[in-house]
């Protein structure tokens, strides 16, 4: 049984995302990116982006820190086919995000054993204002 | 350094070859993104499910091709989008080259932007992962 397109618009609750210098570096260390803009404090002020900030692969650890949306999904059938990110401004440490799962969107597409379903998470990554920081969408193919 | 001005559609640019993907660092990358999925780290459950042992998170890859876009914009241009499709597994002792040509140039709200295709790859044809950035520049 496919999935049904009521839930489009539902959302998980909202949960804040506190960004540390820590994490920051471990990931940056995980992936053996030597880059010193995640790092380097005196480096990173002396760049038009003012000071430290995350690399642009960060968000998926905040989307993994919250409680997700029960859609009863089987994981069997999931399969993560894409991966977006839109970025509004870089995020950097000491932020306290304010973030929200959402589905975006459930479309149906021709695939190479018949028809299947690709689902659009999105986690809207906010500032304390209310501003948009990022959105880190996930395309999912269920079949 | 990346200049707007030197840049031409279809342009090629040089290459990033990683260092072969090892078992430790698919740890680290399970620690630090929290994703602790065990086919990543556990090589006898990833067995039990058909695999021939751990492969890398998908966005381990994409964290490869977002160490060479940053390294491409350097302190010219900052990221406004970024997006991968995945591809083929990668394995503890695959090397990923992560290659890009530019797609696109152009202004707008007198701003200046590069839309780059990217991709990485195991090997020659054998791409893991694919997708585009756009640059903005400062």
Do not use: W
């Amino acid at each position: 049984m496919g999935l049904d397109n009521s839930i489009v618009g539902l959302t998980g609750p909202e949960f804040t995302f506190e960004v540390e210098k820590r994490h920051i570096r471990q990931f940056v260390q995980a992936i053996g990116d030597k880059n010193p803009l995640y790092v380097d404090e005196a480096y990173a002020a002396g760049t038009p982006y003012g000071g430290i900030i995350a690399p642009p692969t960060f968000p998926i650890a905040i989307g993994v820190e919250g409680e997700s949306i029960d859609l009863e999904l089987d994981q069997k059938r999931m399969l993560h086919g894409e991966q977006e990110f839109i970025y509004n401004r870089p995020i950097r440490p000491g932020d306290r995000l304010t973030c929200q799962m959402k589905v975006a969107d459930l479309y149906e597409k021709e695939g190479r054993s018949g028809k299947m379903q690709c689902l659009v998470l999105d986690t809207e990554i906010k500032d304390e204002n209310g501003k948009q920081v990022a959105i880190s969408r996930t395309n999912i193919i269920y079949r | 350094m990346l200049k707007y001005n030197d840049l031409q559609e279809g342009q090629v640019l040089k290459p990033l070859v990683k260092p072969a993907v090892t078992k430790v660092q698919l740890v680290k990358y399970a620690g630090a993104s929290g994703d602790f999925n065990p086919l990543h780290t556990d090589d006898e459950f990833a067995q039990s499910i058909g695999m021939p042992g751990v492969i890398a998170h998908g966005m381990l890859v994409m964290g490869f091709l977002g160490e060479y876009v940053m390294h491409i914009a350097g302190t010219k241009a900052e990221p406004t989008n970024f997006r991968m499709r995945f591809g083929a597994i990668t394995r503890p002792g695959d090397e990923i080259t992560c290659s890009a040509a530019v797609r696109n140039i152009y202004e707008e709200d007198s701003k200046q932007y590069a839309d780059l295709e990217i991709k990485a790859e195991k090997a020659p044809g054998k791409v893991v992962g694919s997708g585009q950035a756009t640059l903005r520049f400062f």
